[in-house]
């Protein structure tokens, strides 16, 4: 069984930054889509960054220029480093990844395996 383990997340003055972290375990595909999503309180939980398994990333447009997602294969470890945080960055954030796919996805559908999710909270 798939297991995703999240840490980074915290409380943070906005302005600041945070580096989430997402290790898999027993996560033997190929080639894969991994992204980071995030949820509010009554809101649907939304794609914030993907990565596909040749390095081709997507944005959601509020965070290009500020967040950057990255891994190491080798690790099987998800990264969101997030620079220049606001109060509308503060939700439960959720790494997710497919199984073998050819390309990326930001509909949520595509992604089985989840983390178990990380509060983000910046304060103004």
């Known amino acids: 069984e798939v297991q995703a383990v999240e840490s980074g997340g915290g409380s943070v003055q906005a302005g600041g930054s945070l580096k989430l972290s997402c290790v898999y375990f027993?996560?033997?595909?190929?080639?894969?889509?991994m992204g980071w999503f995030r949820q509010t309180p009554g809101k649907e939980r939304e794609a914030v960054a993907t990565?596909?398994?040749?390095?081709?990333?997507n944005y959601k447009d509020s965070v290009k220029g500020r967040f950057t997602i990255s891994k190491d294969a080798a690790k099987n470890t998800l990264y969101l480093q997030m620079n220049e945080l606001n109060s509308e960055d503060t939700a439960s954030y959720y790494c997710?990844?497919?199984?073998?796919?050819?390309?990326?996805?930001?509909?949520?559908?595509?992604?089985?395996?989840w983390g178990q999710g990380t509060q983000v909270t910046v304060s103004s």
């Open positions: 997710a990844a497919t199984g073998g796919t050819s390309k990326c996805y930001s509909d949520l559908v595509w992604f089985p395996f």
């Open positions: 027993r996560y033997t595909y190929s080639t894969t889509c």
């Open positions: 990565i596909y398994t040749d390095g081709v990333t």
